[in-house]
């Protein structure tokens, strides 16, 4: 099985700040990485698909960057509404894994 | 609008079975490959299987498989999760998915909860 892990587990940051949350595969998953986010109390929304590919409706202050064993989120510009556990997914091959989260707070 | 929506959830008692349906629109249901994901409470995501747009193959995590069984019926956009022997540790909300090769699972349902206990 591929294992995702995903870093930091927790991540407090300001309005307008930048942050970065980065998932490592344990084998070469060929940029078949996604990107989740998960408001609380809600189901997760697809953030970002092929490792770098903007899904439909994503505010372009999001951005995806990696390839092979290595893979980033970026939130630009952080806003209140970013609040959320974010998730990595890699969709290469069967089980379909996902990284254990992080927890994203406003200072 | 693509909508998926889960019905079936609830208290079980371990060994017993349980039979989730997501019923889905806005979209050509048999084109596209359909998934379940779980969510332990307080827990992260967990794929558990999916079904290729015609049914014909099925993949599992290997904690659900003989336990469970994906299944579709593409005349009534409908999805099923039959979870039989179940345990305690297949506490958690499920979600369905619409599960493509590129992009991942693109839509999801509001998930419904499974609780295995006594």
């Known amino acids: 099985d591929i294992q995702m892990t995903q870093s930091p587990a927790s991540l407090s940051a300001s309005l307008g700040e930048t942050v970065t949350i980065e998932c490592l595969a344990s084998e070469d998953i060929y940029s078949n990485l996604a990107w989740y986010q998960q408001k609380p109390g809600k189901s997760p929304q697809l953030l970002i698909y092929?490792?770098?590919s903007l899904n439909d409706g994503v505010p372009s202050r999001f951005s995806g960057s990696g390839s092979g064993t290595q893979y980033s989120l970026k939130i630009n510009s952080l806003q209140s509404e970013d609040v959320s556990i974010y998730f990595c997914?890699?969709?290469?091959?069967?089980?379909?894994?996902f990284g254990s989260g992080t927890k994203l707070e406003i200072k | 609008e693509v909508q998926l929506v889960e019905s079936g959830g609830g208290l079980v008692q371990p060994g017993r079975s349980m039979k989730l349906s997501c019923a889905a629109s806005g979209f050509t249901f048999n084109n596209y490959d359909m998934a379940w994901v779980c969510q332990a409470p307080k827990k992260g995501l967990e794929w558990v299987a999916t079904i290729s747009y015609d049914g014909s193959s099925t993949y599992y995590r290997d904690s659900v498989k003989g336990r469970f069984t994906i299944s579709r019926d593409n005349a009534k956009s409908t999805l099923y999760l039959q979870m039989d022997s179940l345990r305690s540790e297949d506490t958690a909300t499920y979600y369905c998915?619409?599960?493509?090769?590129?992009?991942?699972?693109?839509?999801w349902g509001q998930g419904v909860m499974v609780t295995v206990s006594s």
């Open positions: 997914q890699q969709n290469y091959d069967s089980p379909f894994t």
């Open positions: 092929y490792a770098n």
């Open positions: 998915a619409r599960h493509t090769t590129a992009l991942g699972f693109d839509y």
